[in-house]
Nanobody
Framework: EVKVVESGGGLVQAGGSLRLSCKAS????????IGWFRQAPGKQREGVSC????????YYSDSVKGRFTISSDSAKKMAYLQMNSLEAEGTPVYCC???????????????????WGNGTLVTVSS
């Protein structure tokens, strides 16, 4: 059974930093993508960042480019999202998602990612 588990959320002041972790397990294929998405109450889900295990390609939304950095440890099937200069934008839940073998990174078509974690809450106080 494939599982995806996030950790690292919490309360931080605006301008501060936080690091999220995502652990994927239950599969042996090596070509996969891990993406981070967030959704604040009353807002649409937004693709934040994605990393491809095949070549390490990274993708960012315009809203976080230059402030967030995604990285991974393929051997551990871990992905990390370093978030700097956080802005007070409500209280979004950050979810990590991964796909089946060969799924490519996406920030828009989140429905192609089959496996989702329960999310971790990030609260940025102003």
């Amino acid at each position: 059974e494939v599982k995806v588990v996030e950790s690292g959320g919490g309360l931080v002041q605006a301008g501060g930093s936080l690091r999220l972790s995502c652990k994927a397990s239950g599969f042996t294929y090596t070509n996969y993508a891990i993406g981070w998405f967030r959704q604040a109450p009353g807002k649409q889900r937004e693709g934040v960042s994605c990393i491809s295990s095949s070549d390490g390609s990274t993708y960012y939304s315009d809203s976080v480019k230059g402030r967030f950095t995604i990285s991974s440890d393929s051997a551990k099937k871990m992905a990390y999202l370093q978030m700097n200069s956080l802005e007070a934008e409500g209280t979004p839940v950050y979810c990590c998602a991964s796909g089946v073998d060969g799924t490519e990174c996406t920030l828009r078509d989140y429905y192609v990612l089959a496996y989702w974690g329960n999310g971790t809450l990030v609260t940025v106080s102003s």
